[in-house]
């Protein structure tokens, strides 16, 4: 078996492949070398950069399998993809660590106003008495969301001392049994000091957070976002913050990234990372391992 891997992967994730495959890792190929090339291959690893449309599945004749590195497939054209038989699959265990771990950083760097302390003590100024902080325990956290993600960042939360509210269109047992009580999303937003988002990005949780929501959530609550930019109207979200209907957002992944000319940037109360979620050393590892471990299975 032949597999071309065109976007980086972790070596771990190449030294497994080449356990059981003829591996060549062509990484930063145009368009044109890359259509020459994949006639050769039956199997394929792409992360984001690789553009996986109509013209290389059509010249991928023997291509059988295509895995993802990581999550989104927005870089594959899934519908020729499956016209040809060719299989798509890809990681989406790989980033939940970092994911839960990102989004638990961002709650104690908000609680204990890391941001601005270290901006203050690199200017020279001891603003020790403008940066009391609170702390998580005995807070309560809304969880949108408990997949994967949503249930790691539960456990974490758990042992802080939260108390766990979820919302979500399918049951977890398992949240269930860490002390999480699922509620209906308006009784959630009302209750939780925090609320953190880990739905997927699909027309029904396009904008779930607008101003209806916002308005819904205490002045003294926190919305956090490591999932992805639109589930979230940004519009909405910058007019909140300014009115101070909410008291601040955690923000990985913007409407736009990056958000440039955003509001967001200018405001006091918004802590931002440049969509960090997935970017750890062992989640890209993690990715390259399950990446190879995808090939294997599927092409028994
Ligand atoms: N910041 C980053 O770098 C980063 C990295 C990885 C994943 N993510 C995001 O995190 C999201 C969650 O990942 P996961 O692995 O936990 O996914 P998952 O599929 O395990 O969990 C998603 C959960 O959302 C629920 N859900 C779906 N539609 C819903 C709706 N309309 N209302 C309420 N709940 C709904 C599902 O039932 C499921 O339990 C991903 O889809 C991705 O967008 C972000």
Known sequence: MKVLVTDPIHEDGIKKLEEFADVEVATGLDQESLLEKVPDFGAMIVRSATKVGKDLLDAGGNLKLIVRAGVGLDNIDLDTAKERNIKVVNTPEAPTTAVAELTISLMLAWARKIPKADKAM????????????????????????????????????????????????????????????????????????????????IPPTRHMISEEELNLMKSTAVLVNAARGPIVDEEALIKALKNEKIAGACIDV????????????????????PHLGASTREAQRTAGVLAAEKIRENLK
């Not at 309560?140 to 969301?145: E, F, R």
């Not at 939360?157 to 002390?179: P, T, W």
């Not at 955003?262 to 990372?273: A, K, R």
Request: aromatic share 4%.
């Open 254 to 273: 913007c409407e736009h990234d990056p958000p440039e000319e955003s509001p967001l940037t200018q405001l006091d109360n918004v802590i931002l990372t």
């Open 122 to 201: 690199k200017e020279g100024k001891w603003i020790k008495s403008q940066l009391v902080g609170t702390e998580l325990k005995d807070k309560t956290l809304g969880i949108i969301g408990t997949g994967r993600i949503g249930r790691e960042v539960a456990r974490r939360a758990k042992a802080l001392g939260m108390n766990l509210l979820g919302y979500d269109v399918e049951k977890s047992d398992e949240f269930k049994e860490m002390g999480g009580e699922y509620v209906g999303l308006e009784e959630l937003l009302q209750n939780s000091d925090y609320v953190t988002l880990h739905v997927p990005l």
